[in-house]
């Protein structure tokens, strides 16, 4: 297995945290799992964390449409407080959206790794965490 020890997902849907947290538990890597319901629990839980000198995630799997705070606003304050971030993370938008202008956004985002559609399969996600 890869050097990934925390995985982060935020994400709305409920179910699809609970199938991704029970595939990623499938790896038999004792990964730390992190999960918020939007954009903006994660950035104020990611900028304590740096506060405090924890670790932030090594991977996180981004949605794009959720409430109080989306995928590209979180990105947006993401980018505010990278040069504090002592590591490069991995992000993944995984989004139902078919938008080629979503897709595009991501592609072009040098802070984005990559793009990839839901429903993410177990086959999808083992790239991920192997990448």
Same mark, same amino acid.
């Given at each position: 297995m890869s050097a990934l020890n925390?995985?982060?997902i935020i994400d709305d849907d409920e179910i699809y945290q609970l199938f991704t947290k029970k595939a990623i538990s499938r790896?038999?890597?004792p990964f730390t799992i992190l999960s918020y319901v939007n954009?903006?629990?994660a950035i104020l839980d990611f900028t304590r964390k740096l506060q405090? /000198?924890?670790s932030l995630p090594d991977l996180i799997l981004l949605d794009i449409n959720m409430p109080v705070m989306d995928g590209w606003q979180?990105?947006?304050a993401f980018e505010s407080m990278k040069?504090?971030?002592p590591k490069n993370?991995?992000?993944?938008i995984v989004s139902s959206s078919i938008a080629p202008g979503d897709i595009d956004r991501a592609t072009n985002n040098p802070?984005? /790794?990559g793009f990839v559609s839901k429903p993410l399969d177990v086959a999808t996600l083992e790239k991920l965490l192997m990448n």
């Open positions: 925390t995985i982060c790896f038999g890597k954009g903006r629990e405090e /000198s924890e979180f990105m947006e040069a504090q971030v993370i991995q992000i993944y802070s984005i /790794s």
